[in-house]
Nanobody, 115 residues
Framework: QVQLVQSGGGLVHPGESLTLSCVVSGTSLTSHPLIWYRQKAGGQREVVASVPREGNTGYTYYENSVKDRFAISRDNAKNTAYLQMNDLVPEDTAVYYC??????WGQGTQVIVSS
């Protein structure tokens, strides 16, 4: 049974940082692409960042508004994915989801950026 368990969300002030974690069990993280999504209130789920599966050609993708502020990574030894978020702004407020592609999703974690 594949499970993705997220942690690391919360309430921060503008300009602060957060790291979201996504612990994967039941499958190897390296066997799948890694995608972080977010869904703002009243909005659709959108891709924030993604990397292809290990060994596949491709590139790391970042949504334009998070380029140079967010970093996607994975620790294969821990089977854990991360989204490092720096210099957060109120527009980053959303529920964030990690995914290995359908049907594998984390439960979502709320990030609120507010002064």
């Amino acid at each position: 049974q594949v499970q993705l368990v997220q942690s690391g969300g919360g309430l921060v002030h503008p300009g602060e940082s957060l790291t979201l974690s996504c612990v994967v069990s039941g499958t190897s993280l390296t066997s799948h692409p890694l995608i972080w999504y977010r869904q703002k209130a009243g909005g659709q789920r959108e891709v924030v960042a993604s990397v292809p599966r290990e060994g596949n050609t491709g590139y790391t993708y970042y949504e334009n508004s998070v380029k140079d502020r967010f970093a996607i990574s994975r620790d294969n030894a821990k089977n854990t994915a991360y989204l490092q978020m720096n210099d957060l702004v109120p527009e980053d407020t959303a529920v964030y989801y990690c995914s290995l592609g359908n049907p594998y999703w984390g439960q979502g974690t709320q990030v609120i950026v507010s002064s």
